[in-house]
């Protein structure tokens, strides 16, 4: 039997364009590029293996921190409270500094501490649209915005690049969801390995394409302050545009959201 999907009201439609307009914002490595002058894409295949290496360990030592704060610590106060985005961006700048003066070594001790800040501006945003740090499933889709952020190249539209990534990490998430709701300890269980490998592979795309223009000639720290807002900036996008679909689900169900996003693209997209 064919499933009849509602349309959504008029005010859920213009929210969802919204979300969508951020979720198909520019991707990272074309902000960057306006910034340091130079196409991402172009420098990449000059990262020699030893750094390959480095900013992949730096986005995996990232997602872990990230998931241990999720997990353990992260608190903020009840939901529907507007969120502070600026705040955030000032605690990063400090950081981006330090890791355009130091390079791609300072990358290792850097990251970490930005993308502690940057969760917890996550959080603050899926506050804002009427979740709770206190649920492990709003804990776990946190995480999930440092994925989101990392849409590959391969990745078809971003209708499919979307919702294919939460459905890639769906049941990683979920295992972790229920796992961290039992109260269990640290330990390596295999959901939360998982979890953080399938994060990690995503984060670290960004991170490439941000270590790579802090290593750009004439990158200093002034320049490495303004890209790490940038980097900052992006992820706060994909958030705000992630809490307003898994709201406007919760509100009118996760189909018909599908549906109304899917039709979004075609309009986009338009004929031929």
Not at 95 to 113: D, H, K, Y
Not at 155 to 163: K, Q
Not at 200 to 212: N, W, Y
Not at 227 to 233: H, P, Q, R, T, Y
């Amino acid at each position: 039997m064919t499933q009849i999907l509602r349309p959504l009201p008029p005010e859920a439609q213009a929210e969802l364009a919204e979300a969508r307009r951020l979720l198909e914002s520019p991707g990272l490595a074309m902000q960057l590029a306006n910034v340091i002058g130079a196409p991402i894409e172009g420098l990449m295949a000059r990262l020699p293996g030893p750094a390959a290496r480095l900013v992949d360990r730096a986005a995996r030592k990232s997602v872990e921190t990230a998931f241990d704060a999720a997990r353990r610590t992260l608190r903020t106060p009840a939901p529907g409270h507007t969120a502070s985005p600026r705040l955030h961006k000032f605690a990063v700048a400090g950081t981006g500094a330090i890791g355009g003066f130091f390079g791609l070594p300072g990358l290792l001790v850097e990251l970490p501490i930005t993308t502690a800040a940057m969760l917890r501006s996550i959080t603050d945003i899926a506050r804002s649209e009427g979740e709770s740090a206190d649920n492990p499933d709003t804990r776990m889709a946190c995480l999930e915005v440092l994925a989101l952020g990392g849409r590959r190249s391969d990745d078809d539209g971003a209708e499919s690049g979307y919702f294919a990534t939460r459905a890639a990490l769906a049941q990683q998430v979920t295992a972790a969801t229920r796992y961290v709701a039992g109260g269990m300890g640290t330990g390596s269980a295999p959901a939360l390995v998982q979890l953080v490998n399938g994060i990690a592979s995503r984060f670290s795309i960004p991170v490439t394409q941000k270590a790579l223009a802090q290593a750009a000639p004439l990158i200093g720290a002034a320049t490495g302050a303004t890209l790490n807002l940038i980097f900052i900036g992006h992820f706060q996008s994909v958030a705000r545009g992630h809490f307003v679909v898994r709201r406007l689900e919760r509100e009118h169900g996760v189909h018909e959201v599908r549906a109304a996003y899917a039709r979004l693209a075609s309009k986009q997209d338009g004929p031929g």
